[in-house]
């Protein structure tokens, strides 16, 4: 996946619904060219203090990626026309934790070199994002941490056969909402498709309940 230095996807992603027995079956019915539409008094709500801008409904799932996490847990990343994607958490194929994520801005490395060194690299506890401050999650001490590998597959046309794959060197940071009863997600990733395709880019979001989001 391609994106500027503004964190804008180049959309070039055509495709249909598959009806295919042997795609993944996906939470709460995610599919290709289906729809996630958010609850807009969240955003209303939020509009003051978020980091980010809430997206506009409906969103259409432009793409889907896939990651193993393991013993029977993965992230599903249902990624969406406005530059944002929603991160949802299973475990045996149970829904859990459900994040929805806003690109805010990205970092182009001036080589390969400079990014591979940015991605091994230790994690300060520390990171600031505009005006915000942000604490590491991942990672325990005041030290540096490493950032954690992914590796994402991502389908773009057919649910069955990946259209690229990549490695996301990540590592997520939190901030306490003033005003509000929740956390504020910052997810920095170096992400890896290929000798010449690298970024790292920087994402904003937040905890979402089942009632804060529907997929069509």
């Known amino acids: 996946m391609q994106r500027s230095s503004t964190g804008t996807f180049a959309m070039e992603w055509f495709g249909k619904k598959t009806d295919d027995a042997s795609a993944p079956k996906l939470p709460y019915g995610a599919r290709l060219r289906g729809a996630v539409t958010f609850d807009d008094l969240t955003g209303k709500l939020g509009a003051s203090a978020f980091n980010f801008d809430w997206p506009e409904s409906p969103q259409t799932i432009e793409a889907i990626g896939d990651i193993d996490l393991g013993a029977g847990n993965r ?3 249902l990624y969406l026309t406005d530059d944002a994607f929603l991160q949802i958490a299973t475990v045996n194929g149970e829904p859990g934790d459900t994040n929805l ?3 805010v801005e990205s ?9 591979e060194r940015w991605c091994t690299a230790g994690r300060l506890p520390e990171y600031t994002l505009g005006d915000c401050a942000y604490r590491r999650v991942w990672g325990e001490g005041a030290g540096m941490a490493p950032p954690v590998p992914l590796e994402e597959s991502v389908y773009k046309q057919n649910p069955t056969t990946a259209d690229c794959t990549l490695t996301l060197y990540s590592m997520l940071y939190s901030r306490e909402l003033p005003d509000m009863d929740r956390n504020e997600l910052l997810l920095v990733a170096g992400e890896d498709s290929g ?3 690298f970024v790292i880019s920087q994402a904003v979001g937040i905890p979402l309940s089942t009632a804060e989001f529907d997929i069509t």
């Open 101 to 103: 994520f806003v690109y």
């Open 75 to 77: 992230l599903y990343r």
């Open 107 to 115: 970092i182009n490395p001036a080589s390969k070199d400079a990014f």
């Open 195 to 197: 000798p010449a395709d």
